[in-house]
């Protein structure tokens, strides 16, 4: 069995970056085994007795997988996987009809996305367990995941935009959740969209935008209520104020030297890139009072019918812009030390961390200061009528030798900020108040995001914290090129950090969130009811199951419950038909899922919960008897839970004829 | 927190099944507590701490995920997913070009199947760590896994057959890997294939075929060398002989009634069904004297080229059948209780288990009698030429009592069985000899398979059991009406079985395979060295990246290196063409992948591991200026590895122009 060594940790945690020194790292790893708690004492934290469940869900972003994870803590069990912008061939999503809508962009369907952070819904800056928020970062998209279901609810796409990274952060009641643009590209103020210009024009075109979605406090359902046209940094992460500075939301932005290619050199010429803070309330305000022009926008809003259980897809027309120059007091600018990453304001809202990658120290930034500095002008220089703060004007204090390559901050409920470390791949403990370092823990390898379950709102836990790696190398079994991303559980209770638990993630996570268990299971549902579905195509009794010709479609309106399938042989199928089999379970129990799935189709399967109407689309490419089956082992007798389908070639037109058992006649 | 109830247990674990008594399930759970290890000692037993490595590998298949899910024993941890038979959007697999061509079938390509059982590829009887063979139970196909890369490297249709549920069972040395037909089909004599034919004509014309692959020693390289048709049952599960028996393959049937609807009740009227016997020595002996046909068939082989790491798509043309009436010593049936559903030999070779899924008794054949019975005709009658012998003849005993619907059966190092009890949700250990009830645990719920590692072969372990349960209802937090599955792992090192470990699993896991981890980890693969890359277009230096027109086809041979893609400037793209990204990740050290992503492309990403090329199509739907990025966050300065691709309309014509970096001028 391997064993960490110095040299291992150099070439892996401490990736090179430039002239920066990686006496940090080295460090790091030497205190390493003095920071693991005793494995007997760690294991009894993390087990999770047969029987008992965790203390904490936690949804860990699926990053390149599009997916959603749910893991429980402490025992880093991954519980499941919520597909939002990516296919599942597991439970048929995005390749079922009802869930296709969902993939519907103004580019056509989108089978993918690289989905980044996944922030709870709030109320009162507190989670509430009622939705959570992630954003689909390559085609720029917002997804609500409902947490009573476990599924994704609803996908709006986000016109004028490209990339999503500093996406989806909540105000602190939801009041808006808000999406900015990553890429800088050409976008028209006329409402022409991204433009197609030369792309040596970079500095003198490309812009961003970030986007204001209102969010419905009763239903969740999203809207984009105005987006603000700005400079066209790279805009990367986000934060919202919270308590006193409630109505501001904060953004990180690099390449603000508009670089538009080599960005990894010419993205780090300026020392000092921006901070942008924006009132929120004051641009709705202005947004009211018909500031914001109404511009043409092609964009898609999809939503799950509830009753029906089906997407709909809804194709958007106009969105409202702001600009920064018409609306004063809006938008500042605030330096902070060059190519940043994360923002984190603390429980308070009177701090603002901003994590420099390429910085030295970490500057922690006043709201109390920025409004006097904004009251008294103190102002550098302004860029596109936007003013920029003077960056001593605003700072409260440096953090001095936090580490290399700080990237992202979070809060526990006693005053203490945890910074990751991506290039000395360990966690600093500091105190919020005096800045002071406390504590350092090795994390293996390049640790990017870290989360303490609330520790991005005012009610902070402070019992674990979750260190998410960029780099696995060694840490488990090895499993080719190919390796997982991993996780570290570190229990932040006491003085000193301990160690807890490696796992493995699903995707690359960049970012997680937690909440205590109860709050989210108390509302959750275990099936439903099949009184309730209003599926148009729904079979709700086994009596109704029947074959329908329509042209060259053919619906199957079948039914599933322990151990058979109604109808079960079906002739009159042609080669070349659209079959669309609508599968009703009719079980009312939890955990009964039916799954169907047809030979040599060229999809993949449905997975039916209890009461739910699935549908799958096959077109037959050959003639001969095709079974089809429950995929999901139901019961004893699930093996017994198959059927047939003939299929004749094209232009046979045999009558559709189909049947159940002996005891039914064949029906036509 | 809630806690197992008699009642929560009765209404899932206990399906209801008939007029079966639940008396034996209700027992089990009231003996829950005292079967739970002391919650400290099994913390102890499964925890492995941050930088420590699991002990076994465990490869569990994803059942309706079309996928094998990879675990650490006895953490229970995800290590990694493989895609075999379904798309994966986190790493392309399926959507990029390389990868497309393993998903190719006689109906076209699949993008989704059934994978059922993981089978570890054997020298001697013993799990050699080389290959694990795994089957596609929806469109019949048998792919192979390589173990140093972890990645699908072959993936065979087969013809004449429709589901592939015994599958893919391994002889003693890989001599053949079996593959039954799972849904009786009209399989044509004439190489016709599956014919289009009335569905009452079931009894009549419906059969099933038994595909006998040969694995190359050295490259593992899969070839179907000959097929027996068989009578119309639906083939179940497999096993082949071990030592003495080596020479045999066994395989379950059920439905030997041929009922052709409602197979749930119409499936379980004999009182007895059959076990196949199959010498395929004797099979492989009369294909090579000519008494196999040569007949059409039309099926697909696809190899992942070990070079180029493309898939190679082949289509063939014909297979060999052998038919049992022409085969006299070849085959045999043996009468087993009714709907059976495991077959089990012993690590002896001389006693074969086989579970009936209704049956009150599990009847324990004799591999020396079945001998003494052939020899001595000691037949029923025969059906198709295929004797059928005696029960009493060939039977050993049988286990009393041993529990409601027993399903499968392993073997430990001490001469004791573990038989899976779906109905009555427990697993019983019996000794093989005695054929003597020793223990009992119960197990939450209604369990599938059972793995104890190497417990399907001649050199069984004898520390863990890892039980697979298809209802999971209140074992972990609620995660709305879709649950995963759950396995829990039993230490059964002892006289009496311990319960240590609940963990969800990825999908269904149908069976697994699991072997001690150095007998992988020393072959395992760290990266892919660039002077062997030879694929077609690979660029293995900066300088060579570049972009070429032809026709409506537009190549990007694109180079990735932390922190920057070259080119990263391109122009001259029009909306409508085909454009394909071969990214080559220029590292060459361990976890350092590269990912690519278009915004706006109707596919997924790309995860090109380091020294590899892998190939993204994109066709543009909308003029505009597109950025492209790089998924996996590799370096401090990942967040600048992105560039441009200017799209403008069709028809523009603009020549084509791609850039890097100040240093290098515009290149056309």
Redesign the interface.
């Given at each position: 069995?391997?064993?960490?060594t110095t040299s291992a940790l150099t070439?892996?945690g401490c990736?090179?970056?430039g002239a920066l020194a990686l006496t940090n790292c080295q460090k790091s790893a030497l205190s390493?085994d003095s920071a693991?708690s005793a494995?007997?004492e760690?294991?009894?934290k993390?087990?999770?007795?047969?029987?008992?469940?965790?203390e904490y869900?936690a949804y860990l972003s699926?990053?390149?997988?599009?997916q959603v994870d749910?893991y429980?803590l402490p025992s880093?069990?991954?519980?499941?996987?919520i597909p939002v912008f990516?296919?599942?061939?597991?439970?048929g999503y995005g390749?079922n009809e009802e869930t296709k809508p969902m993939l519907q962009?103004?580019?056509?369907?989108?089978?993918?996305d690289?989905l980044h952070h996944p922030k709870l819904s709030r109320t009162n800056g507190k989670p509430d367990g009622r939705w959570l928020f992630v954003n689909g970062n390559?085609?720029?998209r917002i997804a609500r995941v409902d947490l009573?279901?476990?599924?994704t609810a609803e996908i709006i796409e986000i016109p004028n935009s490209?990339?999503q990274?500093c996406s989806p952060y909540p105000t602190d009641n939801n009041e808006y959740v808000v999406a900015g643009t990553?890429?800088a590209?050409?976008i028209a103020t006329d409402g022409s969209?991204?433009?197609?210009?030369?792309?040596d024009t970079y500095k003198d075109k490309?812009r961003a935008s970030l986007s204001f979605i209102k969010v419905n406090k009763e239903s969740g359902e999203m809207d984009i209520d105005f987006q603000i046209l700005v400079p066209g940094f790279?805009f990367?992460l986000a934060n919202g104020g919270k308590g006193p500075s409630a109505d501001w939301m904060f953004f990180t932005s690099?390449?603000t030297e508009k670089a538009?290619?080599?960005?990894?050199?010419?993205?780090?010429q300026n020392d000092k890139d921006y901070l942008a803070a924006i009132n929120w309330k004051k641009a709705a305000e202005y947004a009211r009072q018909g500031k914001a022009r109404e511009i043409p926008a092609n964009y898609y809003h999809n939503r799950m019918d509830e009753k029906t259980h089906t997407a709909v897809s809804t194709q958007m027309k106009s969105v409202r812009v702001l600009l920064p120059e018409d609306c004063p007091g809006m938008m500042y600018l605030i330096p902070v030390p060059k190519?940043p990453?994360g923002v984190d304001v603390d429980p308070t809202g009177e701090n603002i961390v901003v994590s420099g990658?390429?910085a030295a120290v970490i500057p922690v930034h006043s709201y109390t200061k920025m409004l006097e500095a904004i009251k008294n002008k103190s102002f550098d220089k302004d860029i596109n009528g936007i003013p920029v703060l003077k960056y001593e004007s605003v700072l409260a204090g440096e953090v001095q030798k936090p580490g290399l390559?700080p990237l992202h901050t979070e809060f526990d409920n006693k005053g203490n900020a945890y910074t990751s470390m991506?290039?000395s791949s360990e966690v600093v403990k500091w105190n919020v108040k005096s800045r002071e370092v406390l504590d350092r823990i090795p994390v293996?390898y390049s640790i990017?995001h870290l989360m303490i379950p609330g520790g991005d709102t005012q009610n902070p836990d402070g019992k674990y914290l979750l260190a998410m790696n960029?780099?696995?190398?060694d840490?488990?079994?090895?499993?080719?090129?190919?390796?997982?991303q991993t996780a570290?559980l570190i229990d932040i209770s006491g003085d000193k950090m301990k160690?807890?638990?490696?796992?493995?993630t699903?995707?690359?996570p960049?970012y997680a969130q937690a909440i205590k268990?109860d709050v989210?299971?108390k509302n959750?549902?275990?099936?439903?009811r099949l009184d309730e579905n209003k599926h148009p195509h729904a079979t709700t009794k086994e009596a109704d199951a029947r074959v329908e010709r329509k042209g060259n479609q053919v619906h199957v309106y079948m039914t599933a419950i322990?151990?058979?399938l109604a109808p079960?042989?079906i002739?009159g199928i042609q080669v070349g038909d659209e079959v669309y089999f609508h599968v009703t379970n009719l079980e009312q129990?939890?955990?009964?899922?039916h799954?169907f799935?047809?030979?040599?189709?060229?999809?993949?399967?449905l997975?039916v919960?209890?009461g739910?109407t699935r549908t799958l689309k096959w077109v037959p490419?050959?003639?001969?008897?095709?079974?089809f089956?429950c995929?999901?082992?139901?019961?004893?007798?699930h093996?017994?839970?198959?059927?047939?389908a003939?299929?004749?070639?094209k232009g046979t037109n045999t009558p559709i004829k189909f049947?159940?058992?002996?005891?039914k006649k064949p029906a036509i």
């Open positions: 069995m391997k064993t960490l070439g892996a990736l090179l970056l390493n693991i494995d007997g760690a294991a009894k993390v087990y999770v007795a047969p029987g008992k469940h965790d869900y699926g990053g390149f997988n599009g749910v429980g880093g069990r991954l519980l499941k996987v990516s296919q599942n061939p597991e439970n390749y962009t103004s580019f056509g369907q989108i089978p993918w690289d390559n085609t720029p009573s279901t476990f599924e490209a990339g990274h990553r890429f590209v050409p969209g991204i433009q197609d210009v030369p792309l490309f790279d990367d690099y390449n538009g290619t080599l960005k990894e050199i010419g993205a780090s190519s990453h990658k390429l390559g991506f290039v293996y990017g960029k780099i696995t190398k840490r488990y079994l090895p499993t080719g090129p190919e390796l997982a570290q160690m807890l638990l490696d796992f493995p699903f995707g690359e960049h268990a989210v299971s959750s549902k275990k099936f439903y322990r151990s058979h079960d042989n002739e129990d939890w955990d009964v899922p799954g799935a047809v030979m040599g189709n060229q999809n993949a399967e997975l919960m209890p739910q490419t050959k003639s001969g008897v095709t079974p089956y995929t999901d082992f139901c019961s004893a007798l093996q017994e839970m198959q059927g047939y003939r299929v004749s070639p049947w159940l058992g002996e005891k």
